[in-house]
């Protein structure tokens, strides 16, 4: 169970662009969902999508103001550029602290993702939830994410 802050009510909460000092927390909220990692390969990999254009990590903060602020969740956005079909953007990964759930913060962190696609001039988004992740499909359902399809995931180790 984690000490983090229920959120019952809309306290101060803040969303922002993730910074270096967040990868501890984002690695233990990414944990959470089943995807541990340690915080510096966190590091690593929020180094190289602060530089890419085309990819956002958003965080909800609460207690920022304080100065010592406390991660909720976060959101990672990027944009698709396929041949087959025009950019859209898609939500890579979503995590909302378990003891924060359901307390509106998802939304306010897929609130932030939309608009950051629309100030990229993009009218479409998408995401992908594991099948077994009942709850977060009719999350999205409730934010008016309409389900397209079903598919397997093939993965192949280059090294």
Request: charged content about 25%; overall charge positive; glycine content about 10%.
């Amino acid at each position: 169970m984690s000490n983090r802050p229920i959120v019952t009510q809309r306290p101060s909460v803040t969303v922002r662009e993730a910074t270096p000092d967040d990868a501890g927390e984002i690695a233990g909220l990414a944990s959470q969902l089943g995807y541990p990692s340690p915080a510096d390969q966190v590091s690593r990999r929020l180094d190289a999508l602060r530089n890419a254009p085309d990819s956002a990590v958003l965080v909800a903060e609460v207690g920022a103001e304080a100065g010592a602020g406390t991660l909720l969740g976060w959101i990672h956005v990027s944009i698709n550029r396929l041949v087959e079909s025009d950019p859209d953007a898609e939500i890579r990964g979503l995590v909302v602290d378990e003891a924060s759930r359901s307390g509106g913060i998802g939304g306010r962190l897929v609130g932030a993702a939309e608009s950051w696609a629309r100030g990229r001039g993009l009218d479409l988004m998408s995401v992908r939830s594991n099948v077994i992740r009942d709850r977060a499909h009719r999350f999205y359902e409730q934010l008016g994410y309409e389900r397209q399809k079903t598919q397997h995931k093939f993965r192949k180790r280059l090294a």
